[in-house]
T-cell receptor
């Protein structure tokens, strides 16, 4: 079974500052994908960033970047120059395409608050 | 690109009735669609995976006779909650991915309230 753990139920950061959200996971597979999704109050799930496990290079999307440590099974999200629109629930998710049910395994989420 | 719609966005029904939720991929062919359930202030839990033209695969603990899933075309999947009860009240979210794709794109969700 695969598990995803987000140990920070809530994080708060000043606008324009940098914040890092933690995520650890457990899987016995070697080829998988990791994602960060954002869920604002509208509840629409929005893809923030994805990482292929076979790639050593950390993914980056504008102000969002990850620190992927495969051996440690860690996948943290760094948000630089935080903006008010970044306020949302952030979910870390794991996907392994080889299983019978190919859905995402989500962590419990981190509520990110942006202080103006 | 990669837009997924859901309809309705919210629905209120009486206990014992059935409710159908539609999930459509608008600009790509969704070979696989997924249905998730999210309770307030909780994470998303996968209910079932459906491949176009095949029977859905349900997660352990999800009653397939209660949550009927149909994926008859490459752009449409439906979830029917049969004989709904108040405990079925929840937020239902679908997602879709294309052939060989590893990334899922989510619909906006449907809030179901059963009275």
């Amino acid at each position: 079974a695969q598990t995803v753990t987000q140990s920070q139920p809530e994080m708060s950061v000043q606008e324009a500052e940098t914040v890092t959200l933690s995520c650890t996971y457990d899987t016995s597979e070697s080829d998988y994908y990791l994602f960060w999704y954002k869920q604002p109050p509208s509840r629409q799930m929005i893809l923030v960033i994805r990482q292929e496990a076979y790639k050593q290079q950390n993914a980056t999307e504008n102000r969002f970047s990850v620190n992927f440590q495969k051996a440690a099974k860690s996948f943290s999200l760094k948000i630089s120059d935080s903006q008010l629109g970044d306020a949302a629930m952030y979910f870390c998710a794991l996907y392994w395409p080889g299983g019978g049910a190919d859905g995402l395994t989500f962590g419990k989420g981190t509520h990110l608050i942006i202080q103006p | 690109g990669a837009v997924v719609s859901q309809h309705p966005s919210w629905v209120i029904c009486k206990s014992g009735t059935s409710v159908k939720i539609e999930c459509r991929s608008l600009d790509f062919q969704a070979t696989t669609m997924f249905w998730y359930r999210q309770f307030p202030k909780q994470s998303l839990m996968l209910m079932a995976t459906s491949n176009e033209g095949s029977k859905a695969t349900y997660e352990q603990g999800v009653e397939k006779d209660k949550f009927l899933i149909n994926h008859a075309s490459l752009t449409l999947s439906t979830l029917t909650v049969t004989s709904a009860h108040p405990e079925d009240s929840s937020f239902y979210i679908c997602s879709a991915s294309g052939w060989g794709a590893d990334t899922q794109y989510f619909g906006p969700g449907t809030r179901l309230t059963v009275l």
